[in-house]
């Protein structure tokens, strides 16, 4: 054994007790732990414990043994238990790879460069595996402490934060984890729900759909919709009408509502999750949701966002329109109906020609004609920033 390693065994005591100081300063779940005397005795000799086997087995580059991990899995069973959070738990394992880090650094002397690489070697090679120990323990005391409803809601906020602990979850579960999903976002209209009701609303869907799904902001539902199939393509189409069928459910039980989507691998979600969001903000907000949008249904929609001036301009354009009989809600069902004048008066319930009234009113509140190349590009744009309700905050 080097000098490192012998340097770090005299420091374990030392080492352990800062290490429990950290997490209880940092996190308010260990802080709770700590109150208590047997609480704050077992972190310090998990801190202690996992020092001592760490400095012995990188010394003779061993691995952990069937006991370590049982041990391991054990402690983290105790925290789920208990009750500490996902969060808590993701965190606790960053603090102790950057103490881990700074306890090599302040340990090693200018002539310990070789046993460095040894023991940095050793953690990148073994390290993982007590972490999965760990997480895996943590999961199980979960399942004691959890009901299923919640520990899917966690389950789903793993998987949009690429969590790479998801898949034993997810076994845990018996929800098989999908090469891809179909990451759905739907925000209220107007406001949130409290704590109550959004727990009422994630069980009865959960019931209708058993897929990872939970409530991501206060206003934002997120759903991962599995991608399955052989073909891509089939399997989004499929994924399409599956996420429809639950944001009409969504609707329903929460009220009116837009949505978007974004297809994604499972562990690199975190893109598709940012674009849903842009999408869904710039969809229309319907009391019965039509479809659900991805970026090529509202992509003239997201660039007029980017851009203040050319957002400004188009709601000042749709300002024009106010003072016309319901012409935001022809327009509407002018362009869903590909311009098609029978089909548009059919939708609307009125006659052709009060169609071509409420047409002809816009051409001249606006300027443009509805059914002209241009009416369709900036009139279309418009009227879905409206129904999206991305002004509804301005004056």
Not at 24 to 43: F, N, P, V
Not at 159 to 172: I, R
Request: charged share 25%; net charge neutral; proline share 4%.
């Amino acid at each position: 054994m080097g000098n490192l390693f012998r340097t770090l065994r005299s420091s374990l005591d030392a080492n352990a007790r800062r290490a429990v100081e950290v997490y209880t300063r940092e996190l308010a779940d260990y802080r709770s732990l700590a109150a208590e005397a047997r609480g704050s005795a077992q972190m310090l000799d998990f801190a202690v414990i996992l020092r001592r086997r760490t400095v012995e087995l990188a010394a003779e580059d061993q691995s952990y043994t069937e006991q370590d991990q049982a041990y391991m899995a054990s402690v983290g069973a105790a925290r789920g238990e208990v009750g500490v959070s996902l969060a808590s738990q993701r965190q606790v394992l960053l603090l102790h790879a950057n103490l881990t880090l700074r306890e090599i650094h302040e340990a090693a002397g200018p002539n310990d460069l070789g046993d460095v690489m040894r023991i940095l070697g050793w953690i990148a090679h073994h390290g993982l595996s007590a972490q999965n120990a760990y997480t895996r323990g943590y999961l199980k005391g979960q399942e004691r402490f959890l009901p299923v409803v919640a520990r899917i809601q966690m389950l789903a906020r793993m998987l949009l934060s690429d969590d790479l602990a998801a898949p034993q979850l997810a076994g845990e579960l018996d929800l098989p984890m999908q090469d891809h999903y179909l990451v759905t976002i739907a925000r209220i209209s107007g406001g949130r729900h409290d704590n109550l009701r959004r727990d009422e609303v994630v069980k009865t869907l959960l019931n209708r759909h058993r897929i990872p799904l939970t409530w991501h902001r206060p206003d934002e539902f997120a759903a991962l919709v599995p991608c399955g199939g052989d073909d891509p393509i089939d399997g989004q189409v499929a994924a399409r009408v599956q996420a429809l069928s639950l944001i009409r459910d969504f609707a329903e039980l929460s009220g009116p509502c837009s949505v978007g989507v974004a297809p994604g691998r499972t562990h690199a979600l975190a893109d598709p999750l940012s674009l849903a969001r842009k999408v869904c903000q710039a969809a229309p907000v319907e009391s019965v949701p039509r479809q659900v949008y991805s970026v090529a249904d509202v992509f003239a929609e997201l660039g007029a966002a980017q851009m203040p001036q050319v957002d400004q301009w188009l709601r000042e354009l749709t300002r024009r329109l106010a003072s016309g009989p319901d012409l935001v809600a022809t327009l509407d069902a002018y362009y869903r109906n590909d311009m098609n004048r029978m089909s548009t008066a059919m939708a609307l319930r009125v006659h052709p020609r009060t169609l071509d009234y409420r047409l002809k009113r816009v051409r001249e509140l606006a300027g443009i004609e509805p059914g002209s190349t241009r009416g369709v590009r900036v009139l279309s744009t418009a009227v879905t920033r409206i129904l999206a309700e991305a002004w509804r905050d301005q004056r």
